[in-house]
């Protein structure tokens, strides 16, 4: 009777800690998983920033040709300019003329601009690359952390099931069985001291007949209440 209470017990400790260390063990992937996207976003905020540099400059390379060719018929016309022959021709050429130096000078505008903004956009990725490379390896360190406790808690838990299991095979099935059931009821424990003649499992004063049967303890008596097993506490033995 004392030794399948002790077992009982032992096989309890194991089962809280099992319990616990199954709970920490989940909360890890979850945590993991969140700084794994803080690297992606971090990454994915490089890339954006990079794409974004990249068609600045296509877009500025594409104004400069441009104004290039502007710059080509500007000549053009200045030179058609010199080979005219009637007023009319002349005027309409002038013309022409101060129209290409117009737009020759708001391209020339828009290039500054595309200059000022690829400027910009080649700050920013800097700053992005920075930040990205500055919180990576102090993130990198966390996750190896996390990773670590997981695996030592996976470990933890295959030895304390391999020595659960030892514990439960000297325990007879019906009562391994009406343990199990208890405890996966409960969810804390299945069993549980008697003091007072309360049961310290749901708090419940025990009728002083039952009271008396948990301390002769030749039987694992359950509360009536809650159905944990209950056994006298060492102190009241000597009672
Ligand atoms: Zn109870």
Wanted: a negative charge.
């Amino acid at each position: 009777m004392r030794e399948d209470l002790e077992r009982l017990l032992e096989l309890q400790k194991i089962d809280v800690a099992l319990a616990e260390a199954t709970w920490e063990a989940e909360a890890l992937p979850p945590r993991i998983a969140e700084l794994e996207g803080q690297l992606t976003s971090a990454d994915a905020l490089v890339t954006e920033a990079e794409e974004s540099m990249q068609q600045a400059t296509k877009d500025r390379l594409r104004l400069e040709g441009d104004l290039r060719d502007q710059g080509a018929k500007l000549e053009d016309l200045k030179a058609k300019q010199l080979v005219i022959k009637t007023n009319e021709e002349y005027a309409a050429l002038t013309h022409e003329i101060e129209f290409m130096r117009k737009t020759i000078s708001e391209t020339e505008d828009v290039v500054l601009k595309m200059l000022e903004d690829v400027d910009v956009k080649t700050a920013e990725l800097e700053e992005r690359k920075k930040a990205a490379d500055g919180a990576r390896g102090e993130v990198e360190n966390q996750i190896a952390e996390l990773k670590g406790e997981l695996e030592k808690l996976r470990e933890y838990v295959m030895v304390r099931n391999d020595e659960r299991t030892r514990v439960a095979m000297h325990l007879d099935d019906k009562l391994l069985l009406r343990y199990e059931r208890i405890l996966s009821s409960k969810g804390d424990s299945a069993v549980v001291p008697l003091v007072d003649d309360v049961c310290t499992g749901c708090y419940k004063r025990l009728p002083p007949q039952a009271a008396i049967e948990v301390k002769r303890g030749n039987r694992l008596a359950e509360c009536d209440s809650c159905g944990r097993i209950l056994y006298r506490k060492e102190s009241d033995e000597d009672e």
